[in-house]
């Protein structure tokens, strides 16, 4: 039983990490995911550990909303944090 259960959750995990290096395309009206490996940070790390990482974005947007969400773009990624953590980074059309 413990053998099934940690085949489940190697193989869930592997999905997950699958599905993390996707990126979703939309063109028009059409709408496709590709495969992606741009490299991103992580949810949870701090502006200052991305800045550390990646450098100085290319634009910093001001904070909107409540909570304030904060977007930072870079070359081939666009990062959006709530607070001061990311809650998100998405790869951009080339």
Not at 45 to 54: G, H, I, K
Not at 62 to 80: K, M
Request: net charge positive; hydrophobic share 50%; charged share 20%.
């Amino acid at each position: 039983m413990k053998t099934k259960l940690l085949t489940l959750c190697v193989l869930l995990a592997g999905a997950w990490s699958a599905a993390s290096m996707a990126e979703i395309i939309a063109v028009d009206d059409a709408v496709a995911v590709r495969a992606s490996s741009v490299e991103r940070p992580a949810r949870g790390l701090t502006m200052q550990a991305v800045e550390a990482r990646f450098g100085a974005p290319q634009t910093r947007h001001a904070a909107v909303g409540t909570p304030p969400i904060t977007r930072w773009d870079y070359p081939n990624f666009s990062v959006f944090f709530e607070k001061e953590r990311v809650i998100d980074a998405v790869a951009t059309a080339p």
